[in-house]
């Protein structure tokens, strides 16, 4: 058994990760912020302790004895009064690996993103290289796990629409790019904790091929049993949108550029590495199989 830190496990993904570790027969111990609720956390058997990754005196204590981290936080939707992407995802994700140094810890499991080191026009994309390249620099043991964007939530975003039978598409209908289920990128962060062979590696993590929102369109429409309307948004008037929302909230600026980036085609897994350590990636059938059953939008056939 490890004592295993997870930095996140408030947050969906982390919530999932530190679960899973825990069915795995791993000690979790959850570092969380004052101000998020801990209860369903120690509910599910889990240590507890305040911290914050940007406050680095918290972080000390929190790592005591502690053999694996595996931190999913980000900071760039500011969410919270405080975050950004230079309070959490730089300087924060800093403070946290100089401690997990200082403690020595074996390995450290870190939630990138899918060519995070080419989407240099996407500011939150890019930024999770720059910490990438700082762990390979600082001499921690780690693996960095670069999923594609989750399609639990970009479908649950728009799960009312779905409902009346229809998609607006904010990105090029016609693009391709890899996406996952937020459960399966969770697995493969629970894997990390044990599994062999992974030190160093940028592992891209996808579904078995890239797809379409038309693509995506059409088999939600045909598992679901319901005609579904794929409505498409110009780019032009995409980008006056975001540009004008981005006015009143950087991190909206920053989401139309990756629109942009993911409409541009380069936003693909290269999945050889995630079939070595963690298995066959699922196909787009049986993820949104798995999402209809989690939301009860049809049979899910």
């Known amino acids: 058994m490890k004592t295993v830190l997870v930095v996140g496990a408030t947050g969906l993904l982390g919530g999932k990760a530190a679960r899973l570790i825990a069915q795995q027969g791993h000690h979790v111990r959850a570092l969380v912020r004052d101000g998020s609720d801990p209860a369903p956390l120690r509910e599910a058997g889990m240590e507890v302790v305040r911290g914050d990754i940007t406050k680095p005196d918290t972080l000390a204590p929190a790592l005591h004895g502690v053999n694996t981290v595996v931190t999913t936080a980000y900071g760039y939707a500011r969410r919270r009064k405080g975050d950004s992407l230079a309070t959490v995802d730089d300087a924060g994700n800093r403070h946290l690996i100089a401690a997990a140094k200082a403690a020595r810890v074996e390995r450290f499991v870190f939630t990138s993103i899918l060519t995070a080191d080419r989407a240099v026009t996407v500011p939150h994309f890019h930024q999770k290289a720059v910490i990438e390249d700082h762990l390979a620099r600082s001499g921690v043991p780690f ?58 590696l940028r592992v891209d993590l996808g579904m078995s091929a890239p797809v379409t929102l038309r693509e995506i369109v059409d088999e939600l429409a045909a598992l679901s049993g319901r005609p579904i309307e794929l409505q498409t948004i110009p780019r032009p008037v995409r980008a006056l949108m975001f540009r004008v929302m981005g006015l009143f ?6 989401v139309g550029a990756s629109m942009d980036y993911v409409s541009s085609g380069q936003y693909v897994a290269d999945t050889a590495l995630q079939q070595r350590h963690f298995g066959a990636p699922p196909t787009l059938r049986d993820s949104l199989r798995r999402w209809l059953r989690s939301v009860d939008l049809g049979a899910g056939r």
Do not use: E, H, Q, Y
Not at 180 to 188: E, G, H, P, T, Y
């Open 143 to 200: 693996v960095a796990l670069r999923p594609g964007g989750f399609i639990d939530t970009l479908l649950g975003m728009s799960l009312a629409d779905l409902r009346r039978g229809r998609f607006r598409a904010m990105a090029d209908p016609m693009a391709r790019a890899s996406t996952i289920l937020s459960d399966d990128v969770a697995l493969a962060l629970a894997r990390s904790v044990d599994a062999p062979g992974l030190d160093g």
């Open 249 to 254: 909230n950087p991190f909206l600026r920053d």
